[in-house]
């Protein structure tokens, strides 16, 4: 079965110190990857999502993420936190024939000032 | 601007009773979605549409239902509610597997 692992369920940056956000998923298939953001009371967002092409995808608010095969992973990173990215990040796959998505646990990022 | 929206942001109600939580989208989207949202457990699927009357189960299935009469509505149905059943219940949609699903604020269910 497919899944989807964020190891990190709680991770604190100071304001200005790079991130880097850490999903492994398990499928047998080129996967649909995605990344999405849930801000405190706030429905999802997409940050970034990564179907085919170039490994490494560009975001909103200064995201990045690059796939890598054979890592099984798509980790999430930006260049300097800012405080208002406190959130819960969610990695998710997406099949393609069967129309589901699998999401992670997510990773709540907290910011010092 | 893309919008989901849920019936309710808050919700109480008794163990079994019969609870509907409705969801409607105004872009066109062919798939819709329902999702329940735990604390460490991240999202999981309950049912997803792909089309006016065609449903599939997702995950969790079990002691829910769902209806798809319209393109832009999908509704979820707890059939008896239970005290398990208290969580936090997302709507999704989108227009293909490829493509961002839009999420609604969400619906906090408590079951007493």
């Known amino acids: 079965a497919q899944s989807v692992t964020q190891p990190d369920i709680h991770i604190t940056v100071s304001e200005g110190a790079s991130l880097e956000l850490r999903c492994n998923y398990s499928?047998?298939?080129?996967?649909?990857l995605f990344w999405y953001v849930q801000s405190p009371g706030q429905g999802l967002q997409l940050l970034l999502k990564?179907?085919?092409?170039?490994?490494l995808v560009q975001g909103i608010k200064g995201f990045e993420a690059e796939f890598k095969r054979s890592q099984s992973s798509f980790n999430l990173r930006k260049p300097s936190v800012h405080w208002s990215d406190a959130a819960e990040y969610f990695c998710a796959v997406g099949e393609y024939n069967f129309n589901k998505f699998y999401f992670g646990s997510g990773t709540k990022l907290n910011v010092k000032p | 601007d893309v919008k989901v929206t849920q019936s309710s942001r808050y919700l109480v109600k008794r163990t079994g009773e019969k609870v509907f939580l409705e969801c409607v989208q105004d872009?066109?989207?062919?798939?819709m979605f329902w999702y329940r949202q735990d604390p460490g457990l991240g999202l999981r699927l309950i049912y997803f549409?792909?089309?006016?009357?065609?449903?599939e189960k997702g995950d969790i299935p079990e002691g829910y239902s769902v209806s798809r009469e319209k393109k832009e509505r999908f509704s979820l149905i707890l059939e008896s509610a239970s005290t398990n059943q208290t969580s936090m219940y997302l709507c999704?949609?989108?227009?293909?597997?490829?493509?961002?699903?839009?999420f609604g604020p969400g619906t906090r269910l408590l079951v007493l």
């Open positions: 999704a949609s989108s227009s293909s597997p490829r493509e961002t699903q839009y």
């Open positions: 872009m066109d989207h062919e798939n």
């Open positions: 499928y047998g298939a080129t996967p649909y």
């Open positions: 549409s792909y089309d006016v009357k065609m449903k």
């Open positions: 990564y179907f085919s092409g170039d490994t």
